[in-house]
């Protein structure tokens, strides 16, 4: 039998696991959504000319970040009034979740590319700072559209049956 020192490590590590995942899927969807929004935005309220690439791409990095930053204050607040069995079903749950490390993925795969092919390609049309994080926000939502796209082509990622109740394994043995 565990100590209660040492299931509340273990509820704080799952904990934190679920957070920084929760992270990670709230910059991926605000990298999907600021950039279309932001630009329907401006278009339509001050016209073409005061559409701004430098702008455009400090915009998406700034989402991303609110959404990172949302995303993990609503993971914070769920996880501290889950009891510690249930936030290890979940974290247990995410760790085989295949469509979700998949897109998750993609998105990465997706933001190093841009991050790095934004400024190659626009490198004197806007700030330093805005085409590499930018381009990372425009590289992770191209790289979740392209999962989402590969899922509905038929490409879905394997299913993991999980068993209903994993043991954990007493200490010492």
Do not use: C
């Amino acid at each position: 039998m565990a100590s209660p020192g040492e299931l509340a490590i273990e509820r704080a590590a799952d904990a934190e696991v679920l957070v920084r995942r929760s992270m990670t899927k709230g910059y991926q969807l605000f990298s999907v959504l600021t950039p279309p929004i932001y630009a329907a935005t401006v278009l339509y309220r001050r016209g073409r000319a005061n559409f701004s690439l430098n702008r455009f791409l400090r915009a998406t990095w700034i989402g991303g970040a609110v959404g990172m930053a949302s995303g993990g204050a609503v993971e914070y607040a769920r996880v501290s009034s889950s009891s510690g069995e249930t936030i290890r079903r979940r974290r247990i749950s995410a760790a085989y979740d295949t469509d979700a490390l998949r897109a998750d993925d993609h998105s990465t795969i997706g933001a190093i590319l841009f991050a790095v092919l934004t400024p190659a390609i626009l490198w004197k049309r806007a700030n330093v700072v805005n085409l590499i994080l930018g381009g990372g926000g425009l590289g992770s939502s191209v790289g979740i559209l392209a999962h989402y796209g590969r899922t509905l082509s038929g490409d879905p990622p394997p299913r993991i049956v999980l068993p209903d109740i994993l043991p954990v394994p007493p200490k010492g043995s």
